[in-house]
């Protein structure tokens, strides 16, 4: 299986972080699936970094060395993922949420037919097959 990481979940596996859910250790784990870092991750922590280096302490860059380092494959951004955006939907009535991050990261796993592996409880209500929550 070809798995995205969303960020926190990329980032607590790259520290390894108690946080990580055992499921997904499991998936990033298994020597069957192949593992992916989105380019989006990469602008969101270059971008949390920039505004609060006291709280996000390395850069894009590095973390885009640390998944390197790991084996993980980049996935760039492109047209078909800002094409994808437009397509996902959201259950009705579901909280707000308002990452664009997110909503970016859903898009190209849509797109690019890989399963989305996140923790982020605001996911779920997205109507998104490619949607793994651990």
């Keep these: 299986m070809n798995i995205l990481l969303d960020t926190h979940i990329l980032i607590w596996a790259l520290n390894g972080d108690s946080r990580l859910p055992e499921k ?4 990033i784990l298994d020597e ?3 593992v992916y870092y989105s380019s989006i ?3 969101e922590i270059s971008i949390k970094h920039a505004l609060h280096p006291d709280n996000v302490t390395f850069t894009g860059k590095e973390l885009a060395g ?3 380092e790991a084996g993980f494959l980049p996935v760039e951004m492109r047209e078909k ?3 994808a955006l437009e ?3 959201r259950q009705k009535g579901a909280p707000s949420h308002h990452d664009p991050f ?3 990261l859903i898009a190209q796993a849509k797109a690019e037919n890989i ?4 923790h982020d409880s605001m996911l779920p209500y997205y109507e998104e097959k490619c949607i793994i929550p651990v």
């Design 24 to 27: 997904a250790r499991e998936l």
């Design 32 to 34: 069957n699936n192949t």
């Design 41 to 43: 991750s990469i602008w």
């Design 66 to 68: 640390f998944c390197r």
């Design 81 to 83: 993922h800002v094409f």
């Design 87 to 89: 397509t996902i939907t």
């Design 102 to 104: 997110d909503r970016m």
């Design 115 to 118: 399963s989305f592996i996140t």
